[in-house]
């Protein structure tokens, strides 16, 4: 069996531009306010360190993450996904989506999904070069693992519309 390995960021980088960081702001210190006039300091509290934590990540670099597709399973940095904990898996190709968002299309990227038996977020999605997928889709079909048509949640298109 052959092994793949690539190397992708962990997450797409966004540019946020210093008027995103004054809305932030904004809404951070106005939301806190008015829940220390209804009296509710701890959502006060939970809100303002909400916002300095969303603005430190929104500044934050990715990093270069190492995949590997070998013959004991999906290898994501250091952590082993053996085949036999995978439910199943979905290859998808770049293409064009037709959305309900303003605009009414977006780019989907090629990428692995993955459904583990986790509990929490049992769906994995990896970054892949399209080049890789025919290779990665032949190797999860003779493991055999299940192929199940799998999507991004619609929220991430959400967030990803509203920039973050």
Do not use: C
């Amino acid at each position: 069996m052959e092994k793949l390995d690539w190397s992708a960021l962990e997450y797409e980088e966004k540019e946020q531009s210093p008027d995103w960081f004054w809305a932030l702001g904004v809404i951070v210190v106005t939301s806190s306010a008015t829940a220390i006039i209804y009296g509710n300091y701890f959502f006060a509290v939970l809100l303002v360190l909400s916002g300095v934590l969303l603005g430190f990540f929104a500044k934050k670099k990715p990093d270069m993450v190492s995949y590997e597709l070998n013959e004991k399973g999906l290898k994501i940095r250091d952590r082993l996904y053996p085949y036999e904990n995978i439910k199943s898996f979905w290859v998808q190709k770049a293409h064009l989506e037709k959305t309900n968002l303003p605009g009414g299309e977006i780019m989907l990227k090629p990428t692995l999904f993955i459904k583990s038996e986790r509990f929490f977020m049992p769906i994995i999605s990896v970054p892949i070069e399209e080049n890789l997928a025919n290779g990665i889709r032949s190797i999860m079909v003779l493991k055999k693992v299940e192929e199940e048509e799998m999507k991004d949640h619609s929220s991430l298109k959400i967030m990803e519309y509203l920039g973050f």
